[in-house]
Every structure is written in C-alpha cells, then in structure tokens.
C-alpha cells in the first residue's frame, strides 16, 4: 500500500488525542507535503488508524496518523498478516509477520531495539522488493 501526504500538522487530525500519542494540533509531522510513502504495518486503535511509514530523513520508521494521507495504491503485500487482540492497547494491527505475531515488536521498534530494527529493515527490503517489481 502507499500514501502521499496531504496534511501535516496535528491540527489536520480530526481523531486529536493529545499527549495519549505524543502530539498535539502544534504538532508538525516530519513528512513533507506530496511525498508518497509504503506503508509497512498499521494498527487501529480508538476509531485511529496509524501507518508505519519510513522516514527517508531520519532513516527510523515511525507511526503516523492515517489523516495525514491519501492512499495511492491500495495493494497489499504478500505475507501480511492480521492480529485481533482483545483486552490490549491496540486491539487491531496489520503488517508483516513479526509486526503482528510478536507481542513485543511493536513497542521494541518504537524503543528502537537492535532486534526489532533489524526484523523492520529486512521485511522493508522485502516490501519494497515487491512494490518494484510489479
């Protein structure tokens, strides 16, 4: 799936939770207006979808409200996965398969563990593998 940014700053959000995911309508996102982006996982959570969008600035992925966006391309790629978790702080993720299947990985790539980063930047390559060749 890709998206190309049309928004932002936290004010464009309508679905503003302030400091719950650490920005408020201040906020200005480090995405640039027109940029298209892969999205490489997505969790919902409280009536908010977030993508996980790489950072070409930075070089880091990070998670990023769905309102900023514009899908381009609604394709998924192969080998996503979904995960229903009830009872947890994000009750609905998609993405690859350590994204969803490892309780932990999401909140170790926020933390930037070694190992997380790792897994991200391999199924990146794949991800992006399979966008370029189709």
């Not at 939770?17 to 298209?36: C, I, M, N, P």
């Not at 969803?100 to 897994?119: F, G, P, Q, S």
């Amino acid at each position: 799936m890709k998206v190309k940014c049309i928004h932002t700053l936290g004010k464009d959000v309508t679905n503003y939770y302030g400091d719950r995911f650490l920005y408020s309508e201040q906020t200005q996102f480090s995405v640039e207006l027109g940029d298209e982006l892969t999205v490489y996982g997505m969790f919902q959570c409280e009536n908010s979808l977030r993508f996980l969008l790489h950072n070409k600035r930075s070089n880091k992925p990070n998670w990023y409200p769905s309102e900023l966006f514009v899908i381009t391309d609604h394709t998924l790629p192969p080998n996503w996965y979904f995960g229903d978790r009830k009872n947890h702080k994000i009750p609905a993720i998609w993405g690859y398969e350590e994204m969803v299947l490892d309780e932990n990985h999401y909140e170790d790539l926020i933390e930037r563990e070694a190992h997380a980063k790792e897994v991200y930047f391999k199924r990146k390559a794949e991800i992006d593998e399979f966008f370029e060749s189709r």
